[in-house]
């Protein structure tokens, strides 16, 4: 039977541009992030692993819907992933959640796979599966908003979790 860990947590006491994850420890099999934004403007959020942006050693793949209509979507050779794509801009705790799976991530001999859920009740709910090609440990994290800039708020949380 799995159990999970609490590793750390970030809740934003001012504005930021990105939250960041680092010296993730190794020996979980898997990791889990709950995000519960709070953003100043509409915004999906990216991934970016080991501080690696470059290559294009990301894809992925996306599935969304909003109760009257859907939509897919692939992106490969990327230089981030997407870890949401619905992206009402949200000042209050109105159930906006993403939660992302990375899946094996410290395994040396596999590209990494993750798996992303959010949703927003007023905007719809969205499901990501991505690719990071890269064999080594996943060791940082950084969460970033896809518009740039300090449009993290005050009172977003970050969890990471580890999986045994």
Same mark, same amino acid.
């Given at each position: ?19 960041? !994850?680092? @010296?993730?420890?190794? /020996? /979980? ?6 995000? $519960? ?7 999906? !959020? ?11 050693? /990301?894809?992925?793949? !996306?599935? #969304?819907? @909003? ?5 897919? &979507?692939?992106?490969?050779? #990327? ?8 992206? &009402?801009?949200?000042?209050? @705790? ?16 596999? =590209?990494?796979? !993750? ?14 599966? $991505?690719? =990071? ?23 977003? &949380? ?7």
């Amino acid at each position: 039977m799995s159990s999970i860990e609490y590793i750390n947590s970030v809740v934003l006491t001012a504005s930021a541009a990105s939250v960041t !994850f680092d @010296n993730i420890p190794d /020996y /979980y099999e898997d990791l889990k992030l709950i995000i $519960c934004p709070k953003v100043s403007a509409n915004t999906t !959020f990216l991934i970016r692993l080991n501080s690696i942006s470059t290559g294009s050693l /990301y894809s992925d793949t !996306f599935l #969304q819907g @909003n109760g009257s209509s859907v939509a897919s &979507t692939r992106l490969s050779s #990327q230089n981030e992933a997407r870890a949401s794509y619905v992206s &009402t801009a949200r000042s209050t @705790n109105d159930g906006g959640i993403i939660e992302i799976d990375f899946l094996s991530y410290s395994n040396t001999s596999i =590209f990494k796979t !993750f798996l992303s859920n959010s949703g927003i009740a007023s905007e719809g709910v969205d499901s990501i599966v $991505c690719l =990071f090609r890269s064999l080594d440990s996943i060791s940082k994290i950084d969460i970033i908003p896809s518009v740039g800039g300090s449009i993290l708020s005050s009172g977003s &949380t970050f969890t990471l979790w580890g999986v045994r």
